[in-house]
């Protein structure tokens, strides 16, 4: 067990401020067996909250949100207490959050009743529907760069679908889980939501644990781990992985909007943010200027302290990585336009823009999630689009340009979940809009009707409703029948048209 502090009580442990590395509470270190009571108490109330209509769900589901909302400074401390960032930070997380939150409760029903479809010619004779219901009980496993943001989104989605959730959150962020449950506990009486405390060992008896989907967000190495549990039980998984998302920058672009923007995808949260900028690809007749633009926002940045930009790193571990990332880029010809090694603390790293560095390097082809950016040039956005795309990952991407042609090509070129154009993170607080990756960063959606999807099973009814002129369902057709199916063929299907 990944210990954060030794709690001194068997079966639990103590998390840390990654400010300053002091205690601030102790959770259980919930086993496979906790987890099972949990989910058997969770199968229950999915029961009864399948047994509500929409509007029921829809009801609980607001009356959760604005009891949240009231008490925001709470969580927004509790965040900001866990990870380290700064509490105004926190407090938008929570806004973002309860938007989605707000979306899912008031589309459900509108994105998930059943609802006609046409049953075609043969098929006459029959009314055919389609509708949406809840799988039951969804496990999930949250990362603690956003811990409440980004399980939101799996979680707002999948109990407006009508299902019962168990949260297993980070085990750096265990106090944000609890308060989202016993925020639920206040008000509903039926355990509909309930919050499981510990490391991976506790996610993957989650994973284990007969609950019907798994709705997984975390690294991608994880990802394949939680994926080989889930096919042991063909459970099904969607899977929010990591990133390494590149901006591209037309020589027609706004730069001191594309620097702006650059700082803060790729400073923000301290770098880490999934969908944060780590590439940038910008055309070479204005990359002397976009560079310096960035290099000057990076400078105003100010790290850790009572008007800090952004918190400590809040896995103490990553800083090896950046350090490496960093190393690896400038032993290789890369050149810093600002910082390097010695930006990386024990606890707190100063933003980094590194130049030029070489394509195969890890600060290029590996996710940092720190706050290091790699700015190198190109001849063109095709070019840059073609560099953008030579990665294993695929979750967002952004371009800038004055053009809008240019931001559609180049966003339908673009191989990721979301490209944004002369933003970042742009689509964060659109709720209508589906968010997930493709290649290594995963697969399936949260956010949006397809979120909401994606917490359902399609059931198909088809009702015959009167008998059919031509019978082909059954075992005593005659040559009649085949005879006309025999002429019909070619002309239903037999042109091109
Ligand atoms: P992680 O993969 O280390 O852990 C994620 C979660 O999985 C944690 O709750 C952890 O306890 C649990 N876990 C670990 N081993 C497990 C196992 N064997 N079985 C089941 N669960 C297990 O990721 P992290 O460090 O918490 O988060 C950072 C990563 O998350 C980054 O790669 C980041 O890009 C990614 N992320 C992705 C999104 C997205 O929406 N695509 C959002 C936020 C973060």
Redesign the pocket.
């Known amino acids: 067990m990944t210990l954060l502090a030794d709690s001194g009580t068997p079966g639990t442990y103590t998390t840390v401020d990654p400010r300053d590395g002091s205690a601030i509470e102790s959770y259980p270190v919930d086993d496979a067996a906790a987890v099972r009571a949990a989910v058997g108490r969770a199968r229950e109330a999915a029961a009864w909250w399948a047994a509500q209509d929409h509007a029921g769900r829809k009801r609980v589901l607001l009356r959760w949100k604005s009891a949240i909302a009231r008490d925001a400074a709470s969580l927004a401390q509790t965040i900001s207490r866990e990870t380290g960032k700064p509490e105004s930070d926190a407090l938008l997380e929570v806004m973002l959050t309860l938007t989605h939150l707000d979306w899912a409760a008031k589309n459900a029903e509108g994105v998930l009743k059943r609802r006609k479809v046409h049953a075609g010619l043969m098929n006459y004779n029959q009314k055919a529907s389609v509708g949406y219901e809840p799988y039951g009980v969804v496990g999930v496993?949250?990362?603690?760069?956003?811990p409440f943001y980004?399980p939101m989104?799996s979680i707002s989605y999948a109990l407006a679908a009508g299902n019962a959730v168990v949260f297993?959150?980070?085990?750096?962020t265990p106090g944000t889980a609890v308060w989202i449950a016993r925020k639920w506990a206040e008000v509903c009486d039926e355990p509909v939501l309930q919050a499981v405390t510990g490391?991976?060992a506790?996610?993957?008896a989650?994973?284990s644990s007969g609950v019907d989907k798994v709705a997984?967000?975390?690294?991608?190495?994880?990802?394949k781990?939680?994926m080989a549990?889930c096919a042991l039980s063909l459970t099904p998984l969607v899977a929010?992985?990591?990133?390494k998302d590149a901006l591209i920058v037309a020589a027609d672009a706004d730069l001191d909007a594309a620097a702006s923007f650059i700082a803060f995808g790729a400073f923000g949260n301290a770098g880490q943010t999934?969908v944060g900028v780590e590439r940038v690809y910008v055309d070479k007749t204005v990359a002397d200027a976009l560079i310096a633009k960035v290099v000057e926002r990076g400078e105003r940045v100010r790290v850790g302290g009572e008007t800090a930009t952004y918190g400590p790193m809040t896995?103490p571990s990553q800083t090896a990585v950046i350090a490496a990332h960093i190393g690896d880029a400038l032993e290789r010809g890369g050149t810093a336009a600002l910082g390097g090694r010695e930006s990386v603390g024990e606890r707190f790293v100063e933003p980094v823009v590194l130049v030029d560095v070489p394509e195969d390097s890890d600060a290029v082809r590996h996710?940092t999630?720190g706050p290091t950016v790699v700015i190198n040039t190109v001849s063109s956005v095709d070019e840059a689009v073609q560099r953008a795309n030579a990665t294993d990952y695929g979750?967002g991407a952004a371009v800038f340009t004055r053009s809008a042609a240019t931001g559609r090509r180049a966003a339908k070129q673009l191989r990721a979940g979301v490209v944004t154009i002369n933003s970042v993170l742009g689509f964060a607080g659109i709720p209508a809009l589906p968010?997930?990756?493709v290649k290594g960063?995963?697969f399936g959606r949260i956010h949006g009707a397809d979120g909401l999807r994606e917490f359902s099973t399609p059931k198909s009814v088809a009702h015959q409703t009167s008998k059919a002129a031509l019978n082909l369902l059954t075992l005593e057709r005659s040559h009649k029948d085949d005879h006309m199916v025999a002429r019909m063929l070619p002309m239903l299907h037999g042109r091109a048209k």
Do not use: H, M, Q
Request: contains cysteine.
């Open positions: 496993i949250g990362p603690w760069n956003y980004t989104g297993k959150p980070s085990e750096l490391d991976g506790t996610g993957a989650l994973v997984f967000t975390g690294s991608t190495r994880t990802a781990k939680v549990l929010e992985c990591g990133g999934c896995l996710e999630f979750l968010f997930g990756g960063s995963g």
